[in-house]
């Protein structure tokens, strides 16, 4: 079977980093997204990778190991309006995407 | 950066009723757009990919003459919920790729909220 494994829930304090992992057992791989819900918002992109190695976009980072079925999202000088659902999904050999089920992330002052 | 509306935000109806949801790229063109279906504190499941020109392809599970998808231009396609039940109840998102690769960066909808009474 095909699968994506993230924690459920973490909790973190403002200011500080998470790191937020994700597991993937697919059929083949093309590619590997987060993307950040706000609840009842539809969720937003926040990145793509590929290729092995760690892809920056300001507070945000993505970091993937195609060998070890392997990704994180790590999250720096965490705010408050981080507090969402991360989701991890990838994109298997046959171009379906395969959803985790989510990181609720709480942010607490 | 593209955006992708839908249409409307929200719908209330009375079961067996038919409902048409608008998904449309607004400033690119998109050969393939997604639909997906996301129940309260659940991950989003992929209901059909919309392919236009062409008919859809339903995931294992979903009924095809239920959920209805027409993609009849490379900006617009429609999700009609034929005889909607309270199951049917969910909030219903689509997406659309932008680029000669549709998955490697996917712009969503707002979605829009399905209450079926």
């Known amino acids: 079977g095909q699968n994506i494994d993230q924690p459920t829930e973490m909790t973190a304090t403002e200011g500080a980093i998470v790191q937020i992992n994700c597991t993937y057992q697919t059929s083949g791989f093309n590619g590997l997204f987060w993307y950040q819900q706000h609840a009842g918002e539809a969720p937003t992109f926040l990145s793509y990778?590929?290729l092995d190695g760690l892809e920056e976009k300001g507070r945000f980072s993505s970091f993937l190991s195609r060998s070890k079925g392997y990704s994180y999202l790590l999250l720096k000088e965490l705010q408050m309006k981080d507090s969402a659902s991360y989701l991890c999904a990838v994109i298997n050999s046959n171009y379906q995407l395969i959803w985790g089920a989510g990181t609720k992330l709480i942010i607490k002052p | 950066g593209a955006v992708v509306s839908q249409h409307p935000s929200w719908v209330i109806c009375k079961s067996g009723t038919s409902v048409k949801i608008e998904c449309r790229s607004l400033?690119?063109?998109?050969?393939?757009m997604f639909w997906y279906r996301q129940f309260p504190k659940q991950s989003l499941m992929l209901m059909a990919t919309?392919?236009?020109?062409?008919?859809?392809?339903?995931e294992q599970g979903v009924e095809k003459d239920k959920f209805l998808i027409n993609h009849a231009s490379l900006t617009l396609s429609t999700l009609t919920v034929t005889s909607a039940h309270p199951e049917d109840s969910s909030f219903y998102i689509c997406?659309?790729?932008?680029?000669?690769?549709?998955?490697?960066?996917?712009?969503f909808g707002p979605g829009t909220r399905l209450t079926v009474l």
């Open positions: 997406s659309a790729g932008e680029g000669a690769n549709d998955y490697n960066e996917q712009f």
């Open positions: 990778n590929v």
């Open positions: 919309s392919n236009e020109g062409s008919k859809a392809t339903y």
């Open positions: 400033d690119f063109q998109a050969t393939t």
